[in-house]
């Protein structure tokens, strides 16, 4: 990063601005190195005459890495005077974009005027303070709209990245995001804004574009074009070039054949999935919007930030994101969470002389995001519902969503990278080849265009063309097996491989490892100082009890079509207490009543309570872990508020006087049993009915009484304890990362296996304190987990104890307020935690892809299966996201399991490891191939001779391409096997048996050849060769009888796969393959037909069949030298992974191993830390002081 650089522009101010390099989406997750560029006459000049020169080739470079071409052709320069800019994300991917220009129409230039007057309604978004912001509030640096004052919009600056519009801000000279209108606003200024004007609208979609999102569905003849300029397709295009040119017709046109049919599929493939993408977002219909005092009907498209739209009565589909401002809707947000539950959405809170800000997060419940159905909208009398639009386009909720299917996160898979390196070092041998031959044909006095055939020829045989075909054909057949088998869908085949490598899987708990449903088990109320009787019957309690009130009260259910909707733990709460729940009016109007919802009790005794109108909800918010509702009971002259949320938030927001003393133990009693507890609470208001309707939740939410704990069921399915049992027995980690209670996660836990038996658990606490009103540093204390919940164990001890060597057998829990505290002020102890961990709970989504990338950087290849609830963002994030929801949600992830279970998840991990293997296998078989192959020509080269065309044509087509189709279909494995398969490929053995294979191939081919020239009927090649494409003689007869072998023994030997696939005898395919090529190598030596030896120009022996017999002697020797070699050395597992622990020990310095690895070694090693504290304390009383602790400070 340079120095700022003070810059005057003419007819402008002077502003600053970064040399060269800035940075854009500071802080973000999408940060990027932005640099500056500008168009060199000298430079362009220079580069095209190398292109030609080139005969085009380097332009064609250039398309396959644009920045280099930028940099050729371009000088860095400021952001001020660039022309391009060049980006760089934290993936080290590089973009390079044009700047562009906002411009005008000449009878639209009044769009583009200096703003001599602003309305006050209109956000200046650049300026640091303007009405509806708050003042003193750090305001974001990207800007929403430039209306700012005494600058035009016209030549305004910017670029387009990943479907992101980039604006030149002249404050600080560099380009900053374009958001939408709600960034740094007040709730009130959404009720001041007024409908914008027509010229506004007009100049906003010139600024934000149309309201699209647009997914191309890329034209064939385009499509076709930039698949065949991928590099595959272009070495395909030179080898069959070279071939045609050496007249080798056949092989020529049947690799074209199988390159064109390929490209097809390919074609046709991308095509189906740009049209399965684009009819997700498909928009249609209309929507009235306010305009110049009037309502209009337009096109969605025409929709920009800043209208005030009115949504219909019988629902619709969002275009756009907006604030709700008027009315209630029902909403289905699948797309979304992945839950089609109804979801109440009311007006934004504009409390009366409030400093509230927008946020998008804490107002999730006031905010229609585009994609979610509005399945019904419910208003005061004749006032429709009204929402403004804060964002549309690629800005919105859905547009994200779509962005991070068009623009994935890159595959950084080791494999993959070891192939193109492995790649490279063939290139380079062929190189070495090309030497030798170019040597040895210039002695030879050749002609020089068939020198150059041949030297160019080595290429295509060291580096195999149908290399990445056959790869490709590995993992669609574990596609489709996935799919077929197991009914798991993959949006992203190369995810299968990563698959096999994964060695920790997060669990989400809810839905995932637990039954979606909730049973309740019972109520246990508030007796006095202390919790009463458990009491199950809660339909016979009392009707005039506040708790009772509240378990009828306290939810968001809802009558849709005459069905009660709603989320299933309120409808079991409600229905728990038998009473009745009336919405008065017509499902579209029902809020022309006061009290819209009236609940009442069907009991006809002289106590029941007569009716209950809920004036207002708080809906439930997982960041404050509470919802609640302003009541009015007919029988009591006062309104009241009824709570529920978890144990330690309710707790917290107690009357410390009305907790029982015995709160903790009886908490920790039923959640240590995996039961879900939800506390109820309630107070008494004395506000007046108008004051209640404008005031803010913190403001009633506190004082209250607590009422006791609702003890729920959430059972675990039947699954999921075999399936983690079977992840264990495989030496793989599984973690459990949910939004729960976290005494409960530690039950579910140790219940179904994730925390083993006899493991100790450590609880991990995060204490915040106010000194002199300042907030300092969380302080970490580490609690062990104790068997009993007496009161006396509560007591606070404070011990320094230090675990011993024999107690290192332990694992952490810990709740999302821990990790936050962990994450951003204690670094260096996240990878201990991570590494250890097993229970995160009370995890917020952002929190969760936290911890899987913390994960990552360990060294672990993460899975993370949940329902896709919350849990987009891991998904997202892991190596393999595996999705349990069909939801629009689960898009984003790679894998999704129409079985709602985690027996998905070693089904996978079976599956990718069998993918992974057969890659490796293919690999290892197709480079064998090429260099024994590439031995034989060099070594017929040596006399003179070469392979005929038809003799490539067979090995090629008959042996390497059936064999490679048919290679992977071997079944996977009945186990997971409790050893990963080797992921790296640049590995030693992997090196290893290809060097010795390579060898051995070679000293077989030598000997045969010598051999057949040491026979008295022998006659060399240069004696009867009539010209130099003259290839028919006994040497070539030997090297290519002999390698016909050698290609069926590389298939056996690679096509091995256990203990991750079955024997390759099951693979039925294969196994006749194998049959048919052998039976045809052992005629082709034996007894071959005249016309067949003709075709194949074979120099047939004398009629000696003992003879021919030692070719197949040479053949079996090959086979159980090579057969052992695998067997015993180079594919031994035992051997492999004693020579991995010996390289870690004795070669360290260049074999360091994997993070986690050695942080695992540090922790077992470590003899004081952690320092376990309050080492008598319950887990329920160390979480009660926790909370308690951070909501007094």
Not at 51 to 72: A, D, E, M, Q, S
């Amino acid at each position: 990063m340079l120095s700022n650089t003070k810059v005057r522009v003419p007819g402008e101010q002077v502003f600053y601005f970064r040399e060269m390099q800035d940075l854009v989406n500071k802080g973000e997750d999408d940060e990027m190195e932005i640099c500056g560029y500008s168009r060199s006459g000298w430079r362009t000049l220079l580069t095209w005459l190398t292109i030609v020169l080139t005969l085009g080739f380097l332009r064609l470079v250039f398309y396959w890495k644009p920045n280099w071409y930028l940099k050729w052709t371009h000088t860095e320069t400021d952001l001020v005077e660039a022309s391009h800019v060049l980006l760089k994300d934290k993936y080290n991917q590089e973009f390079v974009e044009k700047l562009k220009s906002f411009s005008c129409e000449r009878n639209n230039e009044q769009l583009f005027s200096k703003a001599t007057k602003t309305r006050s309604s209109d956000p200046t978004p650049l300026s640091m303070q303007h009405k509806g912001e708050k003042e003193g509030y750090e305001l974001s640096p990207s800007p929403t709209i430039p209306e700012m004052e005494n600058q035009q919009l016209e030549g305004m600056r910017y670029f387009v990245n990943k479907k992101v519009k980039y604006l030149f801000c002249r404050e600080s000279g560099g380009f900053v995001k374009l958001r939408g209108i709600e960034a740094g606003k007040l709730n009130s200024y959404f009720y001041e804004a007024g409908p914008l004007t027509n010229t506004e609208a007009a100049r906003r979609r010139v600024l934000y574009g149309a309201n699209i999102l647009e997914v191309h569905v890329t034209r064939v003849i385009v499509l076709v074009l930039r698949l065949a300029s991928n590099p595959f397709y272009v070495f395909q295009i030179f080898s069959c070039s070279l071939w045609y040119a050496d007249e080798y017709y056949y092989y020529a046109s049947a690799i074209l054949v199988i390159s064109i049919g390929s490209l097809a599929v390919t074609t046709y493939i991308t095509r189906k999935m740009e049209r399965a993408l684009k009819r997700t977002v498909h928009q249609f219909g209309s929507a009235s919007v306010r305009r110049e005092g009037a309502t209009h009907t337009v096109l969605p498209t025409e929709l920009v930030p800043g209208d005030i739209i009115e949504l219909p009565r019988s629902g619709c589909v969002m275009d756009v994101d907006a604030v709700l401002l008027c009315g209630t809707c029902i909403v289905n947000e699948s797309m979304l969470t992945g839950e089609s539950i109804p979801v109440t959405k009311t007006p934004l809170p504009n409390p009366a002389n409030s400093d509230m800000v927008y946020d998008a997060k804490h107002h999730s419940k006031h905010t229609l995001y585009c994609g979610t159905q509005v399945i019904q909208t419910r208003y005061y009398s004749d006032q429709p519902v009204t929402a403004m639009v804060i964002k549309t386009g690629f800005m919105t909720a859905k547009g994200g969503l779509l962005r991070s299917i068009m623009f994935p996160k890159p595959v950084d898979f080791r494999f993959y990278r070891d192939t193109y390196m492995f790649i490279l070092v063939l290139a380079c041998m062929s190189f070495l080849g090309m030497i030798y031959t170019l040597v040895l044909m210039i002695r030879s006095q050749y002609d020089a265009g068939l020198i150059a055939r041949r030297v160019l020829d080595l290429v295509t045989i060291a580096v195999p063309p149908a290399l990445p075909a056959a790869l490709a054909v590995g993992t669609l057949v574990s596609q489709y097996r996935l799919k077929r088998r197991a009914s798991i869908y993959c949006i992203i085949p190369n995810y299968i491989n990563i698959a096999g490598s994964i060695n920790v899987v997060c669990f989400d708990k809810t839905g995932t490892l637990t039954e979606e449903g909730l049973d309740l088990q019972g109520l246990l109320p508030v007796d006095g100082d202390r919790f009463g009787e458990f009491t199950q019957d809660t339909r016979n309690m009392l009707d005039n009890s506040d708790t009772k009130a509240t378990m009828a009260c306290c939810h968001s259910l809802t009558y849709i079509d005459g069905e009660l909707s709603g989320d299933p733990l309120d409808v079991k709460m409600f229905e728990a207490t038998g009473w009745q729940l009336e919405e008065l009016g017509e499902e579209s109007n029902r809020y022309d009543m006061i009290m819209p919802t009236v609940v009442r009790s069907t009991a006809k005794t002289e106590d029941a309570t007569p009716e209950i109108g809920i004036l207002r909800q708080f809906t439930f918010s997982s960041a404050l872990q509470r919802m609640s509702v302003v009541v009015k009971n007919l029988s009591r002259p006062s309104f009241d508020l009824y709570a529920k949320g978890s144990p330690e938030m309710i707790s917290s927001l107690c009357r410390a006087e009305t907790l029982p003393s015995d709160f903790s133990d009886r908490l920790a009693k039923y959640t240590s049993k995996g039961y879900r507890v939800i506390a109820l609470a309630h107070r008494q208001l004395s506000h007046t009915y108008a004051k209640l309707q404008k005031v803010d939740r913190s403001d009633v939410e506190v004082e209250m009484d607590f009422l006791g704990l609702l003890v729920m069921e959430n059972r675990l399915k039947v699954e999921t304890t075999p399936v983690i049992s079977e992840l264990n027995r495989a030496n793989l980690r599984t973690v459990m990362v949910t939004g729960d209670n976290i005494l409960t996660g530690v039950s579910v836990a140790k219940e179904c296996g994730i925390v083993p038996e006899g493991k100790q658990v450590i609880l991990i606490t995060a204490h915040e304190k106010l000194v002199d009103g300042v907030r300092t540093e969380s302080t970490l204390e580490y609690h062990r987990d104790v068997k009993t919940f007496s009161s006396s164990a509560s007591q606070s001890v404070a011990l320094d104890m230090s675990l011993t060597e024999s107690s290192a057998n332990y694992c952490f829990a810990l709740t999302g307020q821990a990790w936050k505290a962990i994450y951003a002020e204690h670094p260096d102890l996240l990878q201990r935690v991570a590494v250890r961990g097993l229970v995160f709970a009370r995890m917020s989504p952002e929190q969760k892809a936290q911890l899987v990338e913390v994960l990552q950087s360990v060294g672990y290849y993460v899975a993370m299966c949940g329902d896709g609830a919350n849990d987009c963002g891991a998904l997202k994030a892991a190596h393999s996201g595996i999705s349990l929801s069909e939801a629009e949600a689960s898009v984003a992830s790679p894998f999704t399991s129409k079985v709602a279970n985690i027996t998905c998840v070693p089904q996978l991990i079976r599956e990718g490891r069998a993918a992974l293997v057969t890659s490796f296998g293919v690999f290892k078989f197709m480079a064998g191939y090429s260099l024994t192959q590439f031995t034989s020509v060099l070594l017929l080269y040596y006399v003179g001779v070469n392979l005929t065309d038809f003799e490539f044509l067979y090995i090629d087509l008959i042996v390497i391409t059936s064999l490679s189709v048919t290679f992977p279909f071997t079944p996977v494995a009945d186990t997971i096997h409790h050893h990963q398969p080797p992921v790296k490929l640049a590995s030693f053995f992997p090196i290893l048996i290809l060097v010795l294979n390579t060898i051995i191939m070679a000293a077989v081919q030598i000997g045969a050849m010598f051999l057949t020239m040491r026979q008295p009927w022998f006659v060399a090649i240069s004696e009867t060769q009539v010209d130099a494409e003259d290839y028919r003689s006994y040497e070539n007869t030997a090297v290519f009888d002999v390698s016909c072998f050698q290609y069926i023994i590389l298939a056996v030997m690679f096509a091995q796969g256990a203990p991750y696939r079955k024997n390759p005898i099951y693979n039925i395919p294969f196994s006749v393959n194998v049959f048919i090529t052998l039976a045809l190598a052992i005629w082709l030596i034996m007894y071959p037909t005249d016309p067949v030896a003709d075709i194949l120009e074979l120099e047939l022996h004398p009629d000696y069949i003992g003879f021919r017999g030692y070719y197949i002697l040479f053949g079996v020797g090959n086979f159980i030298v090579c057969m052992l070699l695998e067997k015993l050395v180079t594919g031994n597992d035992n051997v492999r992974l004693k020579f991995e622990k010996y390289t870690k020990v004795s070669c360290s310095k260049w074999n360091p191993g994997s993070k986690y690895e050695a942080v695992e070694e540090e922790l077992n090693s470590a003899t004081d830390w952690p320092p376990v504290s309050y080492d008598g304390e319950t887990f329920a009383a160390a979480l009660h002081r926790e909370m308690s602790v951070t909501s007094s400070s």
